[in-house]
């Protein structure tokens, strides 16, 4: 019955995890059915484990760990279907954001495993001990089981981009054939199509980070092109195969370490254009922190 | 992990052929600023390469 306890919770905790939002991962169903089901294994591996071991049901917990073994191969297989599904994408997602996502689904299942290893615990501990009565025993063990839960995902949640930094509509236009956004050089367009485009079509965005620790993060490869992924995937491109000038770039102002992005938008809607910028995850692998180094606060401006 | 492949020259469309030496890339010579405009368009839909201009009469098309 703590088994029990542990993986409906365990299961429950999963399923208001799987979030299938703006950016279609996991895809629905047959990803969403995927996770589910990794997570109903992983949620009945952390259930049975301790009881098992109370009981003294040796082999059963060498069962337990073989299983929960597997576990270790999860980020892995994500990070290869995911690589192998940017070669459909028209903006790519980039390697850092492939492996910030296989790293959070990695994470998801070792809290499942975690919370409902706690919630059968203290549904065993509490009906075991004769404390209290079997279903005060589960929600007791319920309850457990949710407060890790919440705790890890407080934990776990990834700061948005607009969290760190300033997000602005930018002055769009050309010297020449340079395309600029404000006084910031995006690239260079060689063909007069493409620049009518711009500027019949084309968005600015400025990006400003905020402290020093935002503009390192900023600098970083592959925060940028998660950038340009998610907007491109919200607002919707005006690009096909044989047109790679309307690749959205992000790139950097050298001098003051403010970003700037040039997109051509299908819908021209720049308010909700500046959100969907705003609500792009911080990517873990491109946090860097100089101000919690001491050179790094010394040399802060 | 996948390395990172180098931006290649992957055609040139030049008004002068006297601007461009060899290196690979095939160069096209046009006959004026409209033929080069459009030989460059065709190619950069055919192979999904950006063309750039280098302000000198020549275009060169880039595979980034």
Not at chain 1, 175 to 203: F, S
Not at chain 2, 2 to 25: C, M, S, Y
Request: with cysteine.
């Amino acid at each position: 019955m703590a088994v029990i306890t542990g993986m409906v919770l365990g299961s429950l905790a999963r399923l208001a995890m799987l979030r299938t939002d703006y950016r279609q991962y996991p895809s629905y169903p047959h990803g969403y059915a995927s996770h589910l089901a990794l997570g109903v294994i992983a949620a009945f591996t952390g259930a049975a484990v301790v009881p098992a071991l109370i009981e003294e049901e040796f082999t059963a917990v060498t069962f337990l760990v073989l299983v929960a073994q597997q576990f270790r191969e999860i980020r892995d297989l994500e990070r290869r279907t995911l690589d192998r599904l940017e070669e459909t994408q028209l903006v790519r997602r980039g390697a850092g954001y492939v492996e910030d996502i296989a790293k959070v689904f990695e994470a998801r299942n070792y809290l499942t495993i975690f919370a409902a290893m706690t919630a059968s615990t203290v549904t065993y501990l509490g009906a075991a001990s004769e404390l209290m009565v079997w279903p005060a025993a589960a929600l007791a063990g319920s309850a457990a089981g949710l407060g890790v839960v919440l705790y890890g995902k407080r934990g776990l949640d990834r700061r948005p981009v607009g969290a760190i930094c300033r997000v602005r509509e930018g002055r769009l236009h050309f010297r020449d054939t340079l395309l600029y956004v404000d006084d910031i050089l995006i690239m260079e367009i060689g063909l007069a199509e493409g620049r009518e485009a711009y500027e019949k079509h084309g968005v600015g965005v400025v990006i400003e980070p905020k402290d020093d620790d935002a503009r390192a993060t900023l600098a970083n490869l592959g925060q940028r092109q998660a950038i340009a992924h998610d907007t491109a995937a919200i607002m919707g491109l005006r690009k096909d195969f044989g047109t790679p000038e309307f690749t959205p770039l992000v790139r950097l102002d050298l001098e003051t370490g403010r970003a700037a992005m040039a997109i051509v938008p299908v819908e021209q809607d720049v308010g909700p254009l500046l959100d969907a910028v705003r609500s792009v995850p911080v990517i873990e692998g491109a946090r860097t922190r100089p101000l919690a180094t001491k050179p790094g606060r010394r040399a802060a401006d | 992990m996948t390395q990172r492949e180098p931006e290649t020259i992957v055609a040139v469309v030049t008004l002068d052929p006297e601007k461009v030496r060899g290196g690979g890339a095939p160069v096209f010579v046009a006959s004026g600023p409209k033929e080069r405009e459009k030989i460059a368009t065709y190619l950069s839909r055919i192979m999904d390469v950006q063309v750039h201009d280098l302000e000198n009469g020549t275009y060169v098309l880039v595979r980034h």
